[in-house]
């Protein structure tokens, strides 16, 4: 089986090979993924530092030339990539090309932004005297990236790092490492020149700490948990970088007497439950007024009933299996807590046997659960969720705030004024009405709010805050 390498300067070099292994068959091994050391994550970042002065004052041609290369590829192989990311990660064929699709968009998307850099110009309040306001890159910037999204979180780091002239070093989650490596490969044979972009797949603690701890690496974008996350602003803080955090999330989805039912229940299995839970914007507390609770309630055990749970390549499936061991025993595990709190398990939630080894769970869904509830206040990230009774709009959006994190948050509602109040007042920050929490487009901003995330926010035109720092500079006339 051939190795796929690290690249660092442009080299691809080995090391020691680890398997790629398919959640949903654990006999079918992608391939193999060579695994980097503290010393060649150091020879990235200095390859990084050296290729930074020339890439930083590259012309915008360029730039948007190897981006949009990138983006057409990505576009044209997206049938062959998505079924990679989805034998790799384990979420359906339809979600492996849709999300394919959509790193596409964004490297389209910053093909773009490359040419419309822009700064101000403005007379200063002295006489005689212009103010110029420009945006450079910041430097070396480290992408840190988790499992869930294997080719769009990457995508939505590498695009804008490179468009706004940064150099790059890149590790990937050890859990899925294909989609990142082709990412690299295209971008390698769009024609970005050698040290731009780094790649070095291995071990967070060994190849993601020596980014932590290097002082040659001035800025650190960070998706994953809430643990790391803290570490890495820790580390950050003591080298005075800039950093940026997408953590956890333990969204709500708040539906009221008035909802239209369908769009209520559609939106929340959606949520809860497609990709398997496993995105940081799903929906784990369902928070349902009493007026609509049992037949609510009722309509989800039917609409959960319909769904197919199984091998994620294959035809018909609705949700594949959970990512790996471990995330399937945290899974089960919370299983076991919501009981032992006295939640009842109205739905789901057993392991299930498939034609092919894999890490199969039965979509789970908890009722009579309280906010207070383990279940309801820590990240599961699988397909668990609890529905929350409550009397009326006024607890369900407190109920709905009451949580440490604040990424995103849905309501279903016929009302325009609850919708708007909702929007208003959810302390998240993404809001979305009748329509489920996650799913989001990839020209606006990503992130959110309390401990969700730190820092400037992800994609579009947003994305400029983190990838540039601003420089004033004055003239006399
Ligand atoms: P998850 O539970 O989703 O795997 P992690 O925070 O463990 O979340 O992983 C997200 C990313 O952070 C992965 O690429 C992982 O390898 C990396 N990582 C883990 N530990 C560290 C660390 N000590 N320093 C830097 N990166 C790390």
Known sequence: ?????????????????????????TNDVIGEYARASAEDAKAAIAAAKAAFPAWSRSGILERHAILRKTADEILARKDELGRLLSREEGKTLAEGIGETVRAGQIFDFFAGEALRLAGEVIPSVRPNIGVEITREPVGVVGIITPWNFPIAIPAWKIAPALCYGNTIVFKPAE?????????????????????????????????????????????????GSTGTGKRVALASVEHNRKYQLEMGGKNPFVVLDDADLNVAVEAAVNSAFFSTGQRCTASSRVIVTEGIHDRFVQAM???????????????????????????????????AIGKQEGAKLAFGGELLKRDTPGFYLQPALFTEATNQMRISQEEIFGPVASVIRVKDYDEALAVAND???????????????????????????????????????????????????????????????????????????
């Not at 691809?12 to 398997?19: F, Q, R, T």
């Not at 690299?184 to 291995?202: E, F, Q, S, T, Y």
């Not at 035809?315 to 919370?334: C, E, K, M, R």
Request: net charge negative; charged share 15%; aromatic share 6%.
């Open 301 to 335: 055990g039917e609409r959960m009933k319909g769904l197919v749970i199984d091998d994620a390549l294959k035809a018909g499936t609705h949700i594949g299996p959970v990512v790996d061991q471990s995330q399937l025993n945290q899974d089960t595990d919370y299983i």
């Open 403 to 477: 949580t440490p994190f604040g990424l995103s948050s849905g309501i279903a509602t016929t009302s325009l004024k609850h919708a708007t109040h909702f929007k208003r007042n959810a302390e998240a920050g993404m809001v979305m009405v009748n329509l489920p929490t996650a799913g989001v487009d990839f020209h606006v901003p990503f992130g959110g709010r309390k401990g969700s995330s730190h820092g400037s926010r992800e994609q579009g035109r947003y994305a400029a805050e983190f990838y540039t720092t601003v420089k004033t500079a004055y003239t006399l006339a």
């Open 1 to 25: 089986m051939t190795l796929h390498q690290n690249l660092i300067a442009g080299e691809w070099v080995g090391g020691d090979g680890v398997a790629n292994i398919n959640p949903s068959d």
């Open 175 to 223: 859990l899925v490492p294909g989609c990142s490596w082709a990412i690299v490969d295209i971008l390698v044979r769009a024609g970005l020149p050698k040290g731009v972009l780094n790649l070095v797949m291995g071990k967070g603690s060994v190849v993601g700490q020596t980014m932590l701890d290097s002082p040659d690496v001035q800025a650190i974008t960070f998706t």
